[in-house]
């Protein structure tokens, strides 16, 4: 059963977190960079990728904005999805598939 566990998490949950990470990153800054004017959302190429990262990231945002409500312009839910999802795939997981691990009888 570990070591089902331990390959689970390896292949497929930590890369797909992983994944998840990066596309956070990748809202954020382009949020940015629409907001500071450097890209334009009249570009159709800018208003498709900003759609594409929209249906990944509303889904997982909306529930946070539910309880915690922005800051002026500040919205924290993405930092706290972020900061869940680190939790989640640096000690959370790791740890369950810890207590997995078959125990040495001497």
């Known amino acids: 059963m570990h070591s089902l566990l331990l390959a689970l998490y390896s292949y497929f949950l930590h890369p ?25 959302m009249r570009n159709p190429t800018v208003r498709q ?6 249906s990944v990231m509303m889904p997982l945002l ?4 539910r ?7 500040l919205d924290l839910s993405v930092f706290l999805l972020a ?3 680190l939790f989640t795939r640096d000690w959370l997981l790791p ?7 078959p ?3 001497y």
């Open 83 to 85: 900061l869940g999802i």
């Open 103 to 105: 125990a040495l009888h």
């Open 62 to 65: 909306r529930p946070i904005q």
């Open 16 to 40: 797909l977190l992983s994944l998840l990470l990066l596309i956070i990153f990748v809202y954020v800054v382009m949020s940015w960079l629409v907001v500071g004017g450097v890209i334009s």
């Open 49 to 54: 990728i900003q759609s594409v990262l929209d």
């Open 95 to 101: 740890t369950i598939i810890g207590f997995t691990r």
């Open 67 to 73: 309880y915690v409500p922005p800051l002026g312009q």
